[in-house]
């Protein structure tokens, strides 16, 4: 990203702020008519992409931009403009029996071509190729054969669903919306957070919480980067973010490359699981199913410890093996220091509150983040200055403006796959593969959203999959929130499974290791999100539903499963573990996490008699060592 200087730097952080300020003003205040609303957040974000991201890493100017950006800058802002301009007209016209006129198919050109130039800057060029390939699809599909095949669509009809259909998707559609309105508040809120200091709290916890245990500094990583994730909601910022930090430093003490990138980037990409905030997915989700944000932030809630208790599990087992010690005392800071910032935790507790209360989110966000403004003030070393308060504004708008374009893309993908059908006919052939079996169904739907995920925000790949996968699994009985919550999963995965994962890509980066061998330790450190995915579907009670023995059965086996797969793994339990142990212990976590053909009581008690057994074999080896020893 470019970084302007001069009168243009200057003019376009303050637009940037004042659109931010804006979308926080209306939070608590009320929004304008939809489609105004959608209109002024494209008109905001869109344009300014051209100026801010370069075409092209080293051939584009780097401080200042090109004649053709600004030409670019230009094209996107006119369709924008123009409905935001016509917004009654838009709002009352039918949909596909009102005409398009050709002034509105030029302007819809010029939506989708400056979206997708836009979405490869800032964004990713996969997801770009998508939406290509879905506009493709609705003018090509009435010539492909057998279950591919579609009707014949007119330019028009295509130009209108891609761009102006503001019911059922497209550029204007209802998931432009929750971005305009919902997520765009909770970001200025994760903004402000980071302007006030809270980073600085979550950073020192994680140290005075977790350092001065073996493997100190890798724990202190898997912390911190849980608690940044619930402020970014971006796996790929919360790695550059905190992996800068931590990533040296758990390769000073010990840890391989690979290691330390792949314990980052499994406890980056969690980030969006960890309520409160739960990234912009979650939002998204309770806008489709209808079904309150905070009841989503309950029922994921469980989940969300298992797989950070997972990782720092692994992290253990591995400091163990690696015999790395803990931080130096000298850089642990005194739990005195983590108290001084204590008080910025009020607004957090504010808006968990709030949304428990049944408060529409963007008001939660909104007198969060006037909470937080305040209660920074309490103290010297939290104040925030008129400049940092800009400062927090033109943040949030740097992180709202790509996921502007990333959403509207996905609306472009999602009204691609309704209008063609492709949602029942691509549906209909995983149902076919999966042969009514709910457990092949779970399995290739998991696949299929990895290999959606590559190269794609969570977001939109989550989007996309709850789309084609939704219907199939509750057409088996599962219920709307779990499916989404397994799909939701796996998008969340998609991020750091190889062979493209956005986020071990750039820990590796950081960490000068190779991305692939970086992607693999983090699919191995983030194994919970596969067992948790599946546990949604199977045991009610890790969504906090059922009575209490039935949540605690159905959390026990997955503590127990987790920990003996990461020292089945790892090598390490109590000592190091043989092979023959390790594929034991290994083997009997697997029955217990995914074996749910068998009762809730057999999979604990086959979990928990694997780890007393190897527990007693450990034990029994070590005393004999002693004796020898004394000997």
Not at 6 to 18: E, K, N, V, Y
Not at 36 to 54: E, N, T
Not at 93 to 106: G, I, K, L, N
Not at 480 to 501: E, I, N, Q
């Amino acid at each position: 990203m470019r970084k302007l200087k001069g009168p243009l730097g200057q003019i376009l952080t303050l637009w940037l702020a004042g659109v931010a300020a804006l979308h926080l003003y209306w939070g608590g205040f009320g929004f304008p008519e939809p489609i105004a609303m959608r209109g002024f957040h494209l008109l905001a974000f869109v344009p300014p992409i051209f100026l801010l991201w370069p075409a092209r890493r080293i051939a584009s100017p780097r401080h200042r931009p090109s004649a053709v950006d600004w030409l670019w800058f230009l094209a996107a802002a006119a369709p924008h403009a123009w409905v935001l301009w016509n917004a009654a007209a838009v709002s009352d016209r039918m949909e596909y029996v009102d005409p398009f006129s050709p002034t509105m198919m030029v302007l819809a050109v010029l939506a989708i071509v400056t979206l997708l130039e836009a979405t490869r800057r800032a964004v990713e060029p996969g997801l770009a190729w998508m939406v290509i390939l879905s506009i493709a699809y609705m003018q090509f599909g009435h010539l492909l054969p057998g279950v591919l095949n579609t009707r014949e669509f007119s330019p028009a009809e295509i130009l209108e669903a891609s761009w102006l259909v503001p019911t059922a998707g497209g550029v204007y559609g209802p998931l432009t919306g929750i971005v305009a309105t919902t997520i765009a508040v909770f970001i200025t809120f994760g903004a402000f957070m980071q302007g006030s200091g809270t980073g600085r709290l979550f950073s020192n916890l994680g140290a005075a919480a977790a350092g001065r245990y073996v493997g100190g500094p890798a724990k202190v990583a898997v912390v911190t980067s849980g608690l940044f994730g619930t402020m970014s909601g971006s796996s790929v910022s919360n790695v550059i973010t905190t992996g800068a930090m931590t990533i040296p430093l758990m390769v000073r003490i010990g840890y391989r490359p690979a290691v330390a990138g792949g314990i980052e980037s499994a406890a980056s990409v969690g980030g969006a699981i960890m309520p409160p905030v739960m990234g912009a997915a979650a939002f998204v989700m309770s806008e489709i199913t209808n079904i309150p944000y905070g009841e989503i932030v309950v029922a994921a809630a469980l989940g969300a410890v298992l797989y950070y208790f997972a990782i720092l599990v692994a992290v253990h087992f591995e400091a163990r093996k690696l015999n790395i010690a803990p931080m130096a005392k000298a850089d642990i800071p005194s739990w005195r220091e983590v108290a001084a910032d204590a008080h910025l935790v009020i607004p957090m507790a504010l808006l968990v509150y709030l949304m428990m209360s049944r408060w529409s989110g963007n008001f939660a966000a909104f007198c969060a983040t006037m909470a937080m403004i305040a209660i920074a003030m309490l103290r010297r070393r939290t104040r925030m200055s008129p400049r940092v308060i800009l400062d927090s504004l033109h943040n949030a708008a740097l992180t709202m403006a790509p996921l502007a374009v990333a959403i509207a893309g996905a609306g472009i993908v999602v009204s691609a796959l309704t209008a063609t059908g492709m949602v029942v006919a691509f549906g209909g052939i995983i149902k076919d593969l999966a042969g009514g079996s709910l457990p092949v169904l779970l399995v290739l739907l998991a696949l299929a959203v990895l290999i959606l995920g590559m190269g794609l925000p969570t977001t939109p790949s989550y989007i996309i999959a709850a789309a084609i996968g939704v219907p199939q699994l509750m057409e088996m009985g599962v219920g709307m929130l779990p499916a989404h919550l397994f799909l939701f999963y796996f998008a969340v995965l998609a991020d750091a499974t190889p062979p493209v994962a956005a986020a071990a890509f750039a820990a590796a980066s950081i960490a000068k290791a190779g991305p692939t061998i970086t992607s693999l330790h983090a699919t191995r450190f983030g194994i919970a999100g596969f067992t948790v995915g599946f546990a949604f579907i199977y045991d009610p009670g890790i969504m906090l539903r059922g009575g209490l023995l039935e949540i605690g059965l159905a959390f026990s086996i997955q503590v127990l499963a987790l920990t003996a797969i990461t020292a089945a793994w790892a090598g390490s339990f109590m000592g190091p573990l043989a092979m023959p142990v390790r594929l034991l212990l290994g083997a009997a976590g697997l029955m217990a996490a995914f074996g749910h053909m068998f009762n809730a009581p057999t999979r604990f008690a086959l979990a928990l008699a694997a780890m007393a057994v190897v527990a007693g074999l450990q034990r029994a080896r070590g005393a004999r060592m002693r004796s020898v020893s004394s000997a």
